[in-house]
């Protein structure tokens, strides 16, 4: 198994630019969430869904979208992005429809917002 | 909404030393609690986690923590480190029924082992 994939790995952006962040897992997990990181932030939990086609918002949603038309993909879509986005952003998948359960991290994109 | 406070914001240490980080929870009901590592440029990995059952948990490497609920803590613990601990690690909490507060990270510990 591949687990939790993300592309791209790297991104640099202009402000007012949008963008797709992918992010995929092979392990059938029914939950998937994407989080950003911060220095001295810890992660941020921005949306979650707990399977397809359901999808909620988490701590920091705003400027971000997302979709959930399979099991597999998670995309978070950037509407127009801003120097605050700014961030590390992981994608995370668990089993069981639940966050409760232990989540698998991707390895993160690293995005810049000029 | 429920939150985590990790003590220490940087720790260097030497190597064979005992590590102890302190992690906080604030959350009146029912948690799942978690340790996470995130090494030098690679994503989060789980070090341990506790559901329910005995407080004492042993996680990969050598690691272990202690759930004590009367002090809402979840202490991260290793009897003797290595240089290839240094990394980052987080404690998380997640709170059953929580919705979408779902699960809250601290703000994590930098540990740096010196050879």
């Known amino acids: 198994n591949a687990g939790v994939t993300q592309t791209p790995k790297f991104q640099v952006l202009k402000t007012g630019q949008s963008m797709t962040l992918q992010c995929a897992q092979d392990?059938?997990?029914?939950?998937m969430s994407w989080y950003r990181q911060d220095p001295g932030m810890g992660l941020r939990l921005i949306h979650y869904?707990?399977?397809?086609?359901?999808?909620d918002q988490g701590e920091v949603p705003n400027g971000y979208n997302v979709s959930r038309s399979t099991t597999e993909d998670f995309p978070l879509r950037l509407l127009s992005a801003a120097p605050s986005q700014t961030s590390v952003y992981f994608c995370?998948?668990?089993?069981?429809?639940?966050?409760?359960?232990?989540?698998?991290f991707g390895p993160g994109t690293r995005l810049t917002v000029l | 909404a429920q939150s985590v406070s990790q003590h220490n914001h940087h720790v260097i240490l030497s190597e064979a030393a005992s590590l102890e980080l302190g992690c906080n929870y604030s959350?009146?009901?029912?948690?799942?609690l978690f340790w996470y590592v995130q090494y030098p440029g690679q994503h989060l990995q789980l070090l341990l986690k506790?559901?329910?059952?005995?407080?004492l948990v042993k996680g990969i490497k050598g690691f272990e923590a202690e759930f004590i609920k009367s002090k809402f803590s979840f202490n991260l613990r290793k009897p003797s480190v290595q240089w290839s601990d240094t990394a980052e690690y987080f404690c998380?909490?997640?709170?059953?029924?929580?919705?979408?507060?779902?699960?809250?990270f601290g703000k994590g510990t930098h540990l740096i082992i010196q050879p």
């Open positions: 506790y559901f329910s059952g005995d407080p």
């Open positions: 959350y009146g009901g029912t948690v799942n």
């Open positions: 869904s707990v399977g397809a086609g359901i999808t």
């Open positions: 995370a998948s668990s089993y069981g429809g639940s966050m409760y359960n232990e989540q698998f």
């Open positions: 392990m059938n997990h029914e939950y």
């Open positions: 998380a909490v997640n709170a059953r029924g929580g919705g979408a507060d779902g699960l809250t």
